[in-house]
């Protein structure tokens, strides 16, 4: 375990230092999860404000509140994983990572944290900004901030081990954008991404809790919102718990047959 | 049992001298002893300047043969770092003829045709030596690497590395490897080598003194001080193939894989390679196994040499040998006061130049030839010789098979 931390920490420093090379790059990479956020915003604030104020029980200030949250919870849970194996795979950079007598998933997991720990300040700057611009209806209760930690760390977990999972497609197939991009737009509408869930129609709202992308965005924005009570807060966490477990199995067993393939087939 | 048990002393230490312990002799890290030699090896290890250093894993049970890393501890049957039984690798590959028609008939209907990059290949290396792995490109060297080191699953035959199967890719076995490919980066592209060592350390969980002690020795082996610095990308090409050997030798790996270390390098820079892993072998006592095109790293650094063409075994043996097995001839070469004689009538002239004369003759004959010419000739100076490595490894390449 003090290996492990020690790792955690060695990838960390270095994470961030190659990050702080790369500043315009992860800058361009953030006005992009900036402006999606926004766009639904603005989109998503003047229909409300056309039909009669309010809908599904958000009115103007509800939808800037919603989506200044998600835009920060997006960025702390966002991966690029899929894109990262798929160079992997193809330069062949790989080998030296399957050689280490570590899995993988630990210096994944480590650089994110870095790229976030690098762009946290921009963020933080950019929902202050907007909250100013938008006027956001905010109140955050001392429970619900609380409740909020755990569900963000979650959704983390939950979201970098499902798109690891998907990313590992790239050992079977040179066509990983087509299985990316079916992904991303299943984020896109079930996440609470285009719209907030009580938005959408009741078919889409069932998929959404059934299917893992709701628990990785959409909930941790909600509770922070004080949109869920109690019950659905436990609920939340239950399916947080479960898709934790199940997207780890998934991944173990995921993982192995790749790799399996990939010595099979010429590393 | 005729030795009792066998013990571990000292792993990790560097032996700088072999050291004659009881009835042992100690010439790398892992030490095997009797049980009734081990206390008089412990004290002797104490009394020894080594006695600084840490001694890990006293009195650790072993099985009896297995794991000793040492060559020839009293006298025991040593088992082989490296064993290879008619290893076999097949890769399945799709084809397809160039053009759209082709593109849209790959669609339907896929032809898979077989790939036979390693066949059936056997030798053994034994602890702490140093082989050569040789043979032309596409002849099947860095898919046997990739077997070896845990990459690459084999489609036949056995294969074992420090007793264990290589591609379970078992942690204790990864730490006690490393393989290094050319210029693919262990290094961390954008942020100084140093950094990079230091997350080496934390992958391969190396103790801190231990990382310490191994980091100064390679910094000074391979002059690195001025390079630590600076962000890898900014290196030249020789600077970061020894940032990238440091690199993979952090965690003092038993056996080391290194497909062309000095690819690309010039000479200077090649002969610095070459001197620092004869010196980390005769320091760990790691086991060796290196590809090269240059026959300068070959006949510098191994003995023995492994040549493998089309997936199969041409040769196992020593460097000697080989040039003795494949070729036919002797290149004579003859000083003369100028160049106005026709001597073709002796052998095959190669060159002549201010009267320095080449010719080559079969082997069987170079006794005759040289007593002719030197009969018929105002000889000045004469001296027989083998062709070049380069010419008798070309000519092997050039082979079919045995």
Known sequence: MRGLVDLYVQQLKTGVASMLQYRATLFIWLIGNILEPLIYLVVWSTVSGSSGGSIGGYAAKDFAAYYIVLMLVNQATFTWVMYEFDYRIR??????????????????????????????PIMVAAAAGLSVIFHPALKITLWMAAAFVPALVLAFLVRFLVEWTIALAAFWTTRVTAINQIH????????????????????????????????????????????????????????????LIVAMAILKFAWRASVKNYSAVGA | ??????????????????????????????????????????????????????????????????????????????????????????????????????????????????????????????????????????????????????????????????????????????????????????????????????????????????????????????DLQPLLGKPVRNLSLGERMKCEIAAALLHRPQVVFLDEPTIGLDVTMQRRIRAFIAEYNRRTGATVLLTSHYMADVEALCRRVVVIHHGKLLFDGELADLVKRFTAHKTIVVQLKDCAADLRAYGEVVSCEDGRLTLRVPKTET??????????????????ADPPIEEVIEQVFAQESL
């Open chain 2, 367 to 384: 006794a005759r030839v040289t007593e002719r010419l030197l009969a018929d000739l105002p000889v000045i100076d004469l001296t027989v």
């Open chain 1, 184 to 243: 991303f737009m299943a984020v896109l509408f079930f996440s609470g991404q285009i719209a907030p869930l009580a938005v959408l129609p009741y078919p889409l709202r069932v998929v959404a809790t059934i299917l893992p992308f709701r628990w990785t965005i959409g909930f941790p924005v909600e509770l922070l919102l004080g949109r869920l009570s109690p019950g659905q807060v436990l609920t939340g966490f239950a399916a947080q718990a479960a898709w």
């Open chain 2, 1 to 222: 049992m005729p030795f009792g048990h066998d013990f571990e002393l000292g792993a990790r230490n560097i032996l700088q001298e072999p050291l004659q312990l009881g009835r042992g002799i100690v010439n790398c890290h892992t030490v095997a002893f009797r049980d009734d030699d081990l206390v008089a090896a412990v004290s002797a290890l104490r009394d020894n300047e080594l006695g600084r250093r840490r001694m890990e894993g006293q009195g650790q049970k072993r099985q009896h043969g297995r794991d000793s890393n040492c060559a020839n501890i009293l006298g025991m049957d040593e088992t082989p770092a490296i064993r290879l039984r008619n290893l076999g690798k097949i890769y399945r590959v799709t084809e397809r003829e160039p053009g759209i028609r082709a593109a849209l008939a790959s669609l339907v209907h896929r032809r898979k045709s077989e790939v036979r990059a390693v066949d059936g290949i056997s030798f053994d290396l034994a602890p702490g030596e140093i082989v050569g792995f040789l043979g032309p490109n596409g002849a099947g060297k860095t898919t046997t690497l990739k077997m070896l080191s845990g990459l690459l699953h084999p489609t036949s035959g056995d294969l074992s590395v420090l007793s264990y199967v290589p591609w379970k890719r078992d942690k204790a076995f990864l730490r006690q490897i490393t393989l290094v490919m050319g210029q693919r980066n262990q290094l961390v592209w954008d942020i100084p080598a140093a950094d990079s060592f230091e997350l080496n350390r934390a992958i391969y969980r190396i103790p801190a003194a231990d990382y310490k002690r191994t980091l100064e020795e390679l910094v000074a082996l391979l």
């Open chain 1, 91 to 120: 330069e062949g950079t790989f080998s030296a990572i399957l050689l280490h007598p570590v899995h993988p998933i630990h210096a994944d997991i480590a650089e994110n944290l870095s790229s976030k720990v690098v762009s946290l």
